[in-house]
């Protein structure tokens, strides 16, 4: 059980069901991560671990806090000292989007994530959705964010079930402080 305390600074939030727990999994270097992988809802929040070798070639262990989408009106309860958000949207549902994009803003307007890095992470690109990524951009009002905002989000296009994005994601979160 983690304890209540504890400040993680990098957090992973999304509606539900838009693929944090399987993405977060696959960061885990995790087995079976295919076709056939099926997470439950989270309910409440979920701490990973996350190894990743640093620019100096050494071994390092990070922890990525997840809130489930179920939670998102107490997500403001966990920023503090939050210095990454991975926030995950679903391409292939396009009718959760406009919410998607309301929480974004939500966060993006937070005054103590004024510091803290964005990276938008179009999730499940793999297969149909694909072509659905133009049309979630301009759902999520994107370009216009990145013009307007001194902390836009970086864009990440991934998908845990091919591996795509999944290097670049660790590189984001790896230069991150960790410990005290
Ligand atoms: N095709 C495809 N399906 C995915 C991918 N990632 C997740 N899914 C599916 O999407 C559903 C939801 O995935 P989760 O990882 O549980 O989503 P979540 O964001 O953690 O959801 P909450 O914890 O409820 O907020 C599951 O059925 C997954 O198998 C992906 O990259 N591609
Ligand atoms: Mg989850």
């Not at 989000?153 to 979160?173: M, R, W, Y």
Request: with cysteine.
């Amino acid at each position: 059980m983690e304890e209540p305390e504890k400040k993680i600074p990098v957090l992973c939030l999304g509606p539900k069901g838009s693929g944090k727990t399987t993405l977060m999994k696959k960061l885990q270097n995790a087995e079976g991560i295919d076709d056939t992988f099926s997470p439950v809802p989270t309910i409440g929040t979920n701490l990973y671990d996350i190894y990743y070798l640093n620019k100096h070639g050494k071994k390092q262990m990070l922890s990525i806090r997840e809130i489930g989408g179920e939670m998102a009106p107490l997500w403001h309860n966990y920023l503090d000292g939050v210095e990454k958000v991975i926030y995950v949207v679903d391409t292939s549902n396009l009718c959760q989007i406009s919410a998607a994009a309301v929480l974004l803003y939500t966060l993006l307007a937070e005054p103590r994530l004024k510091n803290a890095k964005f990276i938008l992470v179009l999730s499940k690109m793999d297969a149909a959705y694909r072509q659905m990524r133009n049309e979630a951009l301009l759902m999520l009002q994107f370009t216009r964010l990145s013009a307007e905002l001194g902390n836009a989000p970086t864009l990440l296009e991934a998908s845990p079930l091919t591996g795509e994005g999944i290097d670049k994601l660790k590189a984001f979160i790896s230069d991150t402080k960790i410990g005290k």
